[in-house]
């Protein structure tokens, strides 16, 4: 495999684009504005930078491999595509069918979706054997697991294709199965959301949750922390999935991390989610 469509220019896409290319694939970034892109290629190299001062590789030669386009290429070379679009279903489904429509049929296409079903993904395309889901962590560059997720249609040849480019990437490929959230997700978002109403029931400060979390449990980052760096938005959506997909209550959204999405407090993204960043 050699030449890489990736599709989302923000942080979990660029940060794919980013390992891609220093892997010496031919990576082409899109992203429906210009404006995207230049954030996203800027990301990209404040974070080659900062890898090359600690003996990595130099930026420019990474971003070598590296171009952009506001559009799909109808590109019959490309060997796979990664959609890293929003986590919105009608959003990824519009990407999912118009890369199945530009791409050669011997072509993969992966989602990095966190906990929307492969399979149902999988039927905005013409090629389920051909789909997967390939889950980042986030930052995709220093993490190294990548969940790799199957659908019910999915080849063993996709599988095994799959696998093997992750491990090119430099990550670590765990195999998981087709439930809402996975295995990360299934995990981490419950945690997170408890820590949400023992903020909000005031069993302690946001403060007081994650350092008793980074202090007593060695979590490298307390879970409120945490939210805000995957974005408030995103971490409602996952849960809303798993409630619904899963049915049982204990998934239910906490209240308060729904009015923080309601008022435009997303995080890190936005200056303000339970704590507060600078610019």
């Known amino acids: 495999m050699q030449k890489v469509i990736v ?3 923000g942080q979990m896409g660029g940060g794919i684009a980013q390992v891609c290319a220093a892997a010496d694939l031919d990576v082409t970034l899109v992203d429906v504005g210009e404006e995207h892109l230049e954030r996203g290629v800027a990301a990209i190299e404040k974070s080659l930078t900062r890898l090359a001062e600690k003996g990595g590789r130099a930026a420019d030669e990474v971003l070598a491999n590296l171009s ?3 559009t799909i290429p109808d590109d019959p070379g490309a060997e796979m595509a990664i959609e890293a679009v929003i986590e919105d279903e009608t959003i990824k489904r519009a990407v999912l069918a118009e890369l199945d429509d530009k791409l050669a049929q011997s072509a993969i296409i992966a989602t990095n979706t966190s906990s929307i079903p492969i399979t149902r993904l999988s039927q905005a395309t013409h090629r389920p054997e051909q789909f ?3 889950h980042f962590m986030n930052p995709v560059p220093m993490l190294p697991l990548v969940e790799v997720i199957r659908g019910l249609a999915t080849s063993d040849e996709t599988v095994a ?3 093997e480019l992750t491990k090119r990437l430099g990550k670590t ?3 998981a199965n087709d439930f809402p959230g996975f295995i990360g997700n299934r995990i981490l978002m419950p945690m997170i959301n408890e820590a949400i109403f023992a903020l909000m029931e005031g069993v302690g ?3 007081a949750i994650d350092e008793v979390m980074t202090l007593g449990m060695r979590h490298p980052l307390g879970p409120l922390a ?3 760096l995957i974005g408030l938005d995103t971490c409602l959506f996952v849960m809303e999935v798993m409630h619904k997909g899963l049915g049982d209550s204990k998934y239910r959204p906490c209240p308060l991390l729904r009015q923080y999405v309601e008022a435009g407090w997303l995080g890190r993204k936005t200056g303000r989610g339970f704590f507060e960043y600078g610019s």
């Open 7 to 9: 599709v989302g220019a």
């Open 68 to 70: 952009t386009s506001t």
């Open 132 to 134: 997967i889901g390939m």
């Open 161 to 163: 294709a799959t696998v």
């Open 173 to 175: 490929p765990v195999e």
């Open 205 to 207: 400060t946001a403060d």
């Open 226 to 228: 945490l939210a805000d």
